[in-house]
């Protein structure tokens, strides 16, 4: 009886493991095919945010921007820019943030026009 207990015991694990390595593959084959789907845009994103100093998330919390367009963010820098202006008792460090947090989002912006337009061109061939 002990016998038959531990095949059983045995042969469910080797169905588990199987079935765990099998999960694996795949969730690796996602995150892959994931990573390619990201491309160069990421990559581009992430140097952007070396040169600036500051990330994409820093700069959207800076100008209080949840979606990047370009009409939202330049309203909201320029009102940010005259509120922190040194002569109406502003702080020029706040303004060189707020300036800083524009040039990150125009750059993740053209970082996007040309993911779009590569993919363009991509789909058309």
Do not use: C, W
Request: no cysteine; proline share 1%; charged share 20%.
């Amino acid at each position: 009886m002990a016998k038959y207990l531990a095949q059983i015991i045995v042969m469910g694990v080797q169905v588990v493991g199987r079935a765990f390595a099998r999960a694996l593959q795949q969730e690796y084959a996602a995150s892959q095919a994931a990573a390619r789907a990201r491309g160069t845009a990421g990559k581009q994103s992430a140097a952007a945010s070396s040169i600036t100093g500051m990330t994409l998330q820093e700069a959207q919390q800076i100008l209080n921007i949840t979606t990047l367009t370009p009409e939202e963010i330049q309203k909201n820098y320029d009102h940010l820019f005259k509120v922190n202006d040194k002569s109406v008792g502003g702080s020029f460090y706040l303004q060189s943030k707020v300036v800083r947090a524009k040039e990150r989002l125009e750059e993740e912006l053209n970082i996007q026009s040309q993911d779009k337009e590569q993919s363009q061109k991509n789909t058309e061939t």
